[in-house]
C-alpha cells in the first residue's frame, strides 16, 4: 500500500465519524453524532420502506462499528468526551488491523533504477 500509517488511520477516522454521523442524522430523528437514546440501530423495523432498507444495507458496518462499545450509550448523563475518545480509540485500533491486513496483501513495489549513470 502507498499510503501512511498516520495518513490511513486520520482518513478512516475521519470517514468514521461521518459515516456514524450521517447515518444518525438521516435515520433517526435527531441529528447528531451519537444517539440520544441509545438507539443504536435507528431506522430498524421503520414504517417508512427506505429507512428499513437502508438500515438493512448499512447494518454490518454499523454492527462492527459501534456494536463493542454500544454500551457506553446506556447511560443516561455521560461525560461529553468519553464516548468520543472510547469510539476514537477503538477506530484507532481497527484501522491499524485494517492499514497492516492491507499491506500484507498489497505490498509496496519498490523502484528499480536502469542504472545508466
Known sequence: MKI?????VITFLISAFVF????NSVLSPEIGLFPKH?????????PIA????LTTIIYPVRYVLI???????TDPDPVP?????????????IALVLHFLLSRIFPRKKHEFSGNL
Not at 456514524?20 to 447515518?23: D, G, N
Open 4 to 8: 501512511s500509517r498516520k495518513k490511513f
Open 20 to 23: 456514524q454521523f450521517i447515518s
Open 38 to 46: 441509545g438507539d443504536w440501530y435507528a431506522g430498524m423495523g421503520s
Open 50 to 53: 427506505w429507512k428499513n432498507i
Open 67 to 73: 456494536e463493542p462499545l454500544s454500551f457506553l450509550g
Open 81 to 93: 468526551p468519553v464516548m468520543l475518545v472510547a469510539f476514537t480509540l477503538y477506530w484507532t485500533g
